[in-house]
Nanobody, 115 residues
Framework: QVHLVESGGGLVRAGGSLRLSCAAS????????MGWYRQAPGKQRELVAA???????NYADPGKGRFPISGDNAKNTVYLQMNSLKPEDTAVYYC?????????WGQGTQATVSS
């Protein structure tokens, strides 16, 4: 019921930055929280950061201190500012929206960090 469109991925050198955006549409009134996950080749998808509709944030260890998450309720958009990028951050980054017990996912955006 929630449509998510990610953007902002690309190729960057180690130490550089990328800013990912996730725009939500559809049943946006039902969203409780949104988050960013990533999946590297051959690895499981993992949480990066999440933010609730009230503005509370939650960070997983890989990007903690480097990847602040923020949201703009007026624009129904969540951002992930990825700083001090490392080659191991290379992954497809997916936006997630939680509404009640359900989750919806975006198509993903590729972030590649070269050494």
């Amino acid at each position: 019921q929630v449509h998510l469109v990610e953007s902002g991925g690309g190729l960057v050198r180690a130490g550089g930055s990328l800013r990912l955006s996730c725009a939500a549409s559809g049943s946006i009134f039902s969203i409780n929280a949104m988050g960013w996950y990533r999946q590297a080749p051959g690895k499981q998808r993992e949480l990066v950061a999440a933010i609730t509709s009230a503005g509370s944030t939650n960070y997983a260890d890989p990007g903690k201190g480097r990847f602040p998450i923020s949201g703009d309720n007026a624009k129904n958009t969540v951002y992930l500012q990825m700083n001090s990028l490392k080659p191991e951050d290379t992954a497809v980054y997916y936006c997630n929206a939680e509404h009640g017990p359900y989750s919806d996912w975006g198509q993903g955006t590729q972030a590649t960090v070269s050494s």
